[in-house]
């Protein structure tokens, strides 16, 4: 039997609009977008949004981390929130979808509802993240494990955090208030949130290699990153005999095709070797020394250890065979943020009544979601990448797409509000 479905659909022209005129904030001239976290840019950008909340009769709230939230009165005060979002600050030459259509979509199905006097028994928060891009501190700061040294949110050009939230109407003296403070707007809200569901862009191929219109997150996966570093021993190129040598570059390039090999074993993990430094760098020089990264993902922590030990046995066996030394650095670690059964099972039945294809699949980039997740059940939608391309200014998703995930969100805020608190 077919999941029964609300006849409730957004408006696709002026979604696709919305995001024509946001993407004008900060564009590039090859289509692109630059709204880097705390510019003009980002400022113009949360004030047009800003505005759109207000005209959707929304209340606007700016919490201490400078998250932009528009709250939409369910009839039910005394239930938590359901919320949604993302981000409109982007990478130096990102596109006009990453983040953006998330937080656009949600407008949109606020809008959608306002038009038709519609309340939800649920509170709608519609959350805009601070600094998605460069340290989530926005999300962070909700979830309360935001960092309590500022020196370590300092921006990239030795700006201090505290006159950057300061630009955005935040507060880094009050961030610890931030945490589950959109509830607080409503005194008489439980201190909790429903659920928090996040529609985005793939920023992948896999969608579209499948031919599929929606993917449904199973989870946002774990990472490990490494510093590596080979020591060999420098030496004359042309008079020290191959057999003798002690080459770190040769080593490192068994490093790179053993990362590689990690990554092929069956299953959803993903492994790379993303920078490599040669040292002396010289041609007429054997390389004494490499730096190089490596990157794990996978949605399953056990995962995680069972590939750095492998790694771990892969460079053992290299320095032995080359003769160097091998050191393996830890850089970053975080742990997989799975998405909630429940709300993966109601954005399925959400696809199927609207007639749309879709796949399970693991979010392999960081998301806000994954600091949500700590604090509420999350969800994520997924649609496609064209070409899958992201972080970049040919980034596209299609009008059509971009519907079909505004109107799968909707159902699903729709049927997690017929569910009650869950």
């Known amino acids: 039997m077919a999941a029964k479905i609300n006849p409730l659909r957004i408006n696709a022209n ?12 900060g564009q590039l001239p090859g289509g692109g977008v630059r709204r880097i976290a705390y510019t003009p840019e980002d400022l113009a950008a949360r004030a047009q ?45 990102g596109g006009r979808y990453d983040g953006a259509f998330g937080v656009l979509a949600a407008l949109e199905v606020v809008q959608t509802l306002a ?22 501190i926005g999300s962070q700061a909700i979830a309360g494990t935001v960092v309590p040294d500022p020196d370590y949110y300092r921006r990239p050009d030795g700006e201090e955090i505290c006159t950057c939230l300061k630009r955005i109407g935040g507060d880094w003296d009050a961030i610890t208030q931030a945490y589950l403070s959109p509830i607080r707007v409503a005194a008489s809200q439980a ?32 990472q490990r990153r490494y510093q590596v570093t080979v020591t060999g021993r420098a030496n004359h190129a042309g008079t020290t005999p191959m057999a003798l040598r002690q ?26 070797v993303g920078r490599l430094t040669v040292f002396p760098n010289a041609a007429n020089v054997i390389p004494g020394q490499v730096d190089l990264s490596v990157d794990m993902r996978d949605l399953s922590n056990i995962r995680l250890d069972e590939l750095v030990a492998q790694l771990t046995r892969q460079l053992d066996a290299i320095a032995a065979q080359t003769r160097t030394q091998i050191t393996l650095t ?14 993966q099972g109601i954005i399925a039945q959400a696809c199927e009544s609207l007639g749309l294809s879709y796949t399970f699949l693991p979010s392999r980039a960081s998301h806000d979601a994954q600091e949500m997740a700590r604090i509420a059940p999350m969800g994520m939608i997924f ?12 980034e596209y998703t299609t009008p059509e797409q971009c519907t079909d995930g505004a109107n799968v969100l909707l159902q699903t805020l729709l049927a997690l509000d017929a569910t009650g608190a869950i």
Request: glycine content about 8%; aromatic content about 2%.
């Open 14 to 25: 002026r979604l696709a609009r919305s995001v024509e005129q946001l993407a004008a904030i």
């Open 49 to 93: 949004v800003q505005a759109r909340m207000a005209a959707a009769g929304m209340q606007v709230h700016v919490d201490p981390a400078g998250n932009l939230i528009g709250i939409y009165a369910g009839t039910s005060p005394d239930w938590p929130l359901l919320m949604t979002g993302s981000h409109l600050d982007t990478v130096p030459t």
């Open 115 to 136: 038009e038709q006097q519609l309340r939800l028994r649920h509170s709608l928060a519609v959350v805009v993240f601070t600094d998605e891009e460069g340290s989530m």
């Open 191 to 222: 201190n909790r949130i429903a659920a928090f569901v996040e529609l985005h862009v793939e920023q992948g191929p896999v969608l579209e290699s499948q031919g599929k219109q929606i993917g449904i997150v199973e989870g946002i996966v774990g």
């Open 247 to 272: 080459d770190a570059l040769v080593a490192a390039a068994q490093i790179v095709l053993a990362v590689q090999a990690i990554g092929n074993l069956p299953g959803q993990q993903v492994a790379t």
């Open 330 to 343: 830890p850089c970053l670690q975080t742990d997989p943020a799975p998405a909630d059964p429940a709300i």
């Open 383 to 394: 649609v496609p990448s064209v070409a899958g391309l992201s972080h970049a200014e040919a």
